[in-house]
C-alpha cells in the first residue's frame, strides 16, 4: 500500500474547548486503521496533547508541537527541537511582561512555566503538574531554554483581542523578525524560532518519510495553519467556521475533521 500522510491541527479543528466530536473520533479511529501516516501540528506542547489522546483514546504516528519547534514520535520520544534565542525571550518578557498589558508563558516542548501572574489558555491543556509559575525576576535572571513563548495581550472581548494579538504580532516581527516569527492563534501570539512552522515541519518529515506533498493532506483553522496551506501540492483543507479571511488559502473547506478524513480514504 503506498502510504499518504495526513496532518492535522488541533485546538479548533478536533478539540473545542475541552471537548471533541463523536464522529471525528470515529473518523481518526478508521484512519487509524487504515495505515496512512497520521501527524499532528499544534502550537500546543507535549503536556498539552496528552489529555486529547485520552479523550479520543488514540495516538498519533508523529507530533510537530510548538508550531514546528520541536518534533515527538508515537512514544513521545523527542526526535527535533530548535529553541528560542535566550536573549531575545528575555528581552521580550523584559519588553512586554512590565507594561501590565501582557499574560505570558514560556515552553520547554514538554512543559509550561507561566510569567508570575497565573492565567490560562488552550494551550495548555489541563495537566497541572507541567504548568509552573515563575516570578519575573526569574526570567530576568535565570532565563530557561526555550521552544515557545506564548503572548495574550489583555483585552476586552474576543474582537478587541484578536486586533491586539495582530498588533502585537506586527511589533515583534518589526522587532525580532530575524531572530523569531510570532503565528497568531485565536486572540495569542505564538513566538518560536525564526524559520520554524507547520508548513516547514511538514515539508522536512515529509521528506524523511519518504511521503510525496501530492498524498498529504492538512487541515487547520487558524493563521498558524497558513504555512501547511502554503505547499505546493498538498490537499489543503478549513473549515466553514473559520474566519473567513483564512478561507481563500485553502483548496477545500469542509464542516468537520469527519468529511476531511472520509474524502482522504477515498
Known amino acids: 500500500m503506498k502510504q499518504k500522510m495526513y496532518v492535522t491541527d488541533l485546538d479548533g479543528t478536533l478539540l473545542f474547548k475541552d471537548k471533541v466530536h463523536d464522529r471525528d473520533v470515529e473518523m481518526l479511529h478508521e484512519l487509524r486503521r487504515s495505515g496512512h501516516y497520521m501527524v499532528m501540528a499544534t502550537g500546543r506542547n507535549l503536556s ?16 510537530i508541537l510548538t508550531n514546528g ?3 515527538f514520535d508515537v512514544n513521545h520520544n523527542l526526535l527535533h527541537r530548535v529553541t528560542v534565542p535566550t536573549d531575545i525571550a528575555r528581552e521580550i518578557i523584559m519588553e512586554y511582561y512590565p507594561t501590565g498589558e501582557y499574560q505570558m508563558a514560556v515552553s520547554d516542548g514538554d512543559n509550561f512555566i ?19 509559575i515563575k516570578p519575573y525576576d526569574y526570567f530576568v535572571n535565570e532565563m530557561p531554554e526555550i521552544s515557545f513563548m506564548n503572548m ?25 523578525g530575524d531572530r523569531v516569527v510570532g503565528y497568531r492563534n485565536d486572540e495569542f501570539i505564538d513566538v518560536v524560532p525564526a524559520n520554524c512552522s507547520k508548513g516547514n515541519a511538514v515539508t522536512a518529515l515529509a521528506g524523511d518519510l519518504g511521503v510525496s506533498l501530492s498524498d498529504t493532506l492538512v487541515i487547520g483553522d487558524s493563521w498558524n495553519d497558513l504555512s501547511m496551506f502554503q505547499l505546493d501540492d498538498v490537499q489543503s483543507y478549513s473549515f466553514d467556521y473559520a474566519e473567513p479571511a483564512l478561507h ?13 478524513i472520509r474524502k482522504f480514504l477515498k
Open 48 to 63: 498539552g496533547i496528552r489529555e486529547f489522546e485520552r479523550m479520543a483514546d488514540i495516538h498519533f504516528d508523529y507530533y
Open 69 to 71: 519547534s520541536t518534533l
Open 114 to 132: 507561566i510569567v508570575e501572574k497565573d492565567y490560562h489558555n488552550f494551550q495548555m491543556g489541563n495537566d497541572n503538574g507541567a504548568i509552573q
Open 152 to 176: 495574550h495581550p489583555v483585552a476586552a472581548g474576543r474582537a478587541n483581542g484578536i486586533e491586539r494579538a495582530e498588533a502585537l504580532r506586527a511589533s515583534l516581527t518589526s522587532r525580532y
Open 248 to 260: 481563500q488559502h485553502a483548496k477545500h473547506i469542509v464542516s468537520d475533521s469527519a468529511a476531511a
